[in-house]
């Protein structure tokens, strides 16, 4: 379903409509056969067809596999029935609780799930070598890059986080080549990320984006793309799950790039915290 959700925002309005219909209720739509899928959706069979290829699904009956073998995931654990949903007007605030901590282990553990390690290995590597390394993103993508900067830093990387698009745009045209831009936008659509990324792509350096949909404008613009895993709900809960499933991807690269010169991260976290010992 995490892929499914990811590639819904490039399909057609048509096929948006039935991966829609798929992620909000993937066991029901596994028991339907194509036509009853097609008239719920108001599109035909062939659009249905068209939908699962654009998901690099051979067909409907690989479709309604994966379908029920996400509904069988959702389902194993009876502790967590009902959590999925959306949060109701009148939910009690129980069910709230219950709600958002499920969203936000879900982004987590889904976002480890799909990781490409091969992208992050490589990420890893241009992080290590650069001379400099800015970071762009807006609002809860901001944070996230602010975190990153704050874990870097200490480490005695020279990164700076721009959360001002001004600011950034003005730094990303001082990059050059070995340098890295690292972009973070939940959408890929965030028009001052993309123009900040693109701004230093064409100053010659390396483009990293990190978003939670694959075929955005921003993952096409890069030259390497992490990818989060995050289901948008109520109240926007996407810039809370969206948010954490970031900040794991961050820390993941936070503790690979340490992990390369382990005895310069050890010296430099210790130094850094002796420096503010006595402010505890």
């Given at each position: ?166 600011s950034a745009l003005t730094s990303a045209a001082l990059l050059g080549r070995g340098d ?101």
């Amino acid at each position: 379903m995490t892929h499914i959700r990811s590639l819904i925002p490039s399909l057609a309005p048509a096929e948006q409509r039935v991966g829609q219909a798929a992620a909000a209720d993937p066991a029901g739509v596994a028991a339907m056969t194509i036509s009853e899928l097609a008239a719920r959706c108001e599109t035909s069979e062939t659009t249905v067809v068209r939908f699962c290829r654009a998901v690099d699904l051979a067909g409907y009956p690989d479709l309604r596999i994966a379908l029920a073998a996400a509904a069988g995931n959702a389902g194993s654990d009876q502790s967590w029935t009902g959590v999925g949903s959306e949060i109701a007007e009148f939910d009690p605030l129980e069910d709230v609780v219950r709600k958002i901590g499920f969203a936000d282990a879900n982004a987590v553990r889904e976002t480890v799930r799909q990781l490409d390690l091969a992208v992050l290995e490589q990420v890893v590597t241009a992080l290590v070598a650069a001379p400099r390394i800015d970071l762009y993103g807006v609002g809860a993508s901001g944070i996230v890059a602010l975190d990153l900067q704050q874990k870097l830093h200490r480490i005695g990387r020279i990164v700076h986080a721009w959360p001002d698009p001004h600011s950034a745009l003005t730094s990303a045209a001082l990059l050059g080549r070995g340098d890295v831009a690292l972009g973070i936008s939940h959408t890929g659509s965030t028009r001052d990320t993309i123009d900040c990324l693109t701004r230093a792509k064409s100053a010659g350096a390396t483009t990293v984006a990190v978003t939670n949909f694959p075929r955005s404008k921003i993952a096409r613009l890069a030259d390497h793309v992490l990818t989060t895993a995050a289901a948008e709900t109520t109240f926007r809960s996407g810039a809370m799950a969206s948010r954490i499933a970031a900040l794991t991807l961050v820390d993941c690269l936070f503790v690979a790039v340490a992990q390369r010169n382990y005895a310069e991260t050890v010296s430099a976290l210790e130094r850094t915290y002796d420096a503010v010992r006595s402010r505890r």
